[in-house]
């Protein structure tokens, strides 16, 4: 069940994930200015956000057997639409906002792997389950590839393709872990009751850091790559694809390392570490060696504050609720990852490079590690 529910997450974040490395492609196509950019790279992300409140209350209601295929089978809709119809700006945007929900299959499989695991291994094996961030990577390796040696709809017809075959796969063998109950009442008054839980929403600031700047680095480095540092697409793409992998490979550590020890210590660590890179990554110094030591650095300890914040939401959460809290924690991950690309953007416009919204970032990752440090603690103390 967690290779299953792994390998779709990693497809559903693939397709997901289309859109970014073709953005500044998509930029000269449609003459976009630096702020319409990142708006096209954001919407999918968002979408995919916001969305993970309904599918994951509806997958503690129905069961990830369910949701699984089917949110699988409904992405393609989107990628097919992107891939060969969609034409103009407004066209895109469309496409893009209904891509987002291959994004919401992360609060499908975080209470599938929650309950097949006993407390002791839940953050490992949620850290593992996290590994399917790398769809994203697989998106950066091989789009811009794709698209030039074969064409502009390869990637998106492949995608489309992967996405069926992975619906019918999970169709006849996913199952939901025996024993699950569904909730009972209705989603709004579910949802409300999970967010007055006192530790949605401290797990939602932590993960709207976290992962937030994870997946903001994901859809918006090739474009800070390019302008900052005047690299090709491919080399951009390459690079971020990189970026990804380490972010995704840190994930089960930090659930491993959660595991073993207080994840809020771990998390302290991780965005301590975060705020003195992102600080030298501002100076915006060479990018070899020092501006890749600052990226691959924030990709190590952001990947791993992801895997470390879903050990301490199997800790924390209600068994009978951990799909509404994932859901509610999940939005706020990925609605942090839609505010940098937008912030990155203006700020370029407006001054011509990108330090500024670097310098924000460091300052938030240092406020992040001393409310983890303060609040967060004191809730994870056991009673």
């Known amino acids: 069940m967690l290779a299953l529910a792994t390998v779709g997450f990693g497809i559903n974040f693939w397709a997901w994930a289309l859109i970014s490395p073709l953005g500044a492609a998509y930029r000269d196509q449609l003459d976009l200015t630096g702020f319409q950019q990142s708006v096209l790279v954001a919407v999918p992300v968002v979408v995919g956000s916001l969305g993970r409140i309904p599918v994951g209350a509806l997958t503690d209601r129905i069961g990830a057997r369910i949701m699984f295929p089917v949110v699988s089978l409904l992405t393609?809709?989107?990628?097919?639409?992107?891939?060969?119809?969609?034409?103009?700006?407004?066209?895109?945007?469309?496409?893009?906002?209904?891509?987002?929900?291959?994004?919401?299959?992360?609060?499908?499989?975080?209470?599938?792997?929650?309950?097949w695991y006993p407390p002791a291994r839940r953050g490992t094996a949620l850290g593992i389950f996290g590994i399917g961030m790398g769809g994203t990577a697989i998106s950066a390796f091989t789009t811009v590839r794709l698209t030039d040696s074969v064409g502009?709809?390869?990637p998106f017809l492949i995608v489309a393709a992967v996405l069926v075959v992975f619906a019918v796969a999970a169709a006849l063998l996913l199952r939901d872990a025996p024993g699950r109950t569904a909730p009972q009442g209705s989603f709004l008054a579910r949802t409300w009751a999970t967010a007055r839980l006192p530790a949605t929403g401290q797990l939602a600031l932590l993960y709207a850091v976290g992962f937030g700047g994870f997946v903001a680095f994901s859809v918006y480095l090739p474009t800070y790559l390019i302008n900052a540092y005047d690299l090709g697409r491919e080399d951009a793409a390459l690079?971020?694809?990189?970026?990804?992998v380490l972010a995704v490979a840190m994930r089960p550590v930090g659930g491993?390392?959660?595991d073993r020890f207080d994840p809020v210590v771990v998390l302290v660590a991780c965005f301590a570490g975060s705020a003195v890179l992102a600080g030298l990554a501002a100076l915006e110094l060479e990018l070899l060696p020092a501006g890749t030591v600052a990226f691959l650095g924030l990709a190590a300890l952001l990947g791993a504050s992801s895997g470390a914040t879903f050990a301490l939401v199997a800790l924390l959460a209600p068994p009978e609720k951990v799909g509404a809290v994932t859901g509610l924690v999940g939005a706020a991950g990925g609605l942090g990852g839609f505010v940098p690309p937008l912030v990155m953007g203006a700020v370029f416009d407006v001054v011509g490079d990108y330090s500024l919204g670097l310098a924000l970032l460091a300052v938030v990752c240092l406020l992040t590690a001393?409310?983890?440090?303060?609040p967060v603690r004191r809730s994870a103390r056991p009673t």
């Open 239 to 244: 690079r971020t694809a990189g970026f990804v």
């Open 152 to 154: 502009p709809t390869a």
């Open 370 to 374: 001393l409310f983890t440090r303060g």
């Open 76 to 115: 393609v809709l989107p990628v097919l639409f992107v891939g060969l119809v969609a034409e103009s700006y407004a066209a895109m945007l469309v496409g893009g906002f209904f891509l987002g929900l291959g994004g919401t299959t992360f609060a499908i499989g975080v209470p599938l792997v929650n309950a």
């Open 256 to 258: 491993w390392l959660s």
